[in-house]
């Protein structure tokens, strides 16, 4: 007996999406501007087919991610907070420290931030690239 395979929508989707690459020079670029415009991109927003259950985003390449700026106070004031499990194992690192070791790492934190909380937010930011 043979068994027929049933190929969902979201399949067939996938091989109908058409994905663009973007690049985008960060020089001189407000963080959570460029983060914003990124994280549209990414998630395929800027499309006319866009369902918010389907992952259409496009690729995008970041360059020039040091010249990036960080407006307000926000340098020396701004946290990142971890929780190791245990009992007072709360942590925290200043922007500026995160910013010395990767300037990368702090984009990459507001755009995932941005993007919808969901299985599809690893598969968006498998496509963000940063040079």
Do not use: C, W
């Not at 709360?90 to 909380?117: S, Y």
């Amino acid at each position: 007996m043979d068994k027929k395979q049933k190929i969902s929508k979201d399949e067939k989707n996938k091989k109908i999406i058409k994905r663009d690459t973007h690049t985008i020079d960060a020089e001189n670029k407000v963080l959570g501007r460029l983060a914003t415009e990124v994280a549209i991109l990414l998630r395929g927003k800027n499309k006319v087919n866009f369902l918010p259950y389907l992952d259409q985003g496009n690729f995008v390449k970041i360059v020039n991610i040091k010249k990036i700026k960080i407006t307000g106070n926000k340098l020396n004031d701004k946290k990142y907070f971890r929780y190791t499990g245990y009992p007072g194992g709360l942590r925290e690192k200043k922007i500026k420290d995160v910013f010395k070791k990767d300037p990368g790492e702090v984009l990459k934190r507001a755009i995932n931030n941005m993007l919808p909380k969901n299985k599809l937010r690893k598969e968006m930011l498998k496509r963000l690239i940063i040079l």
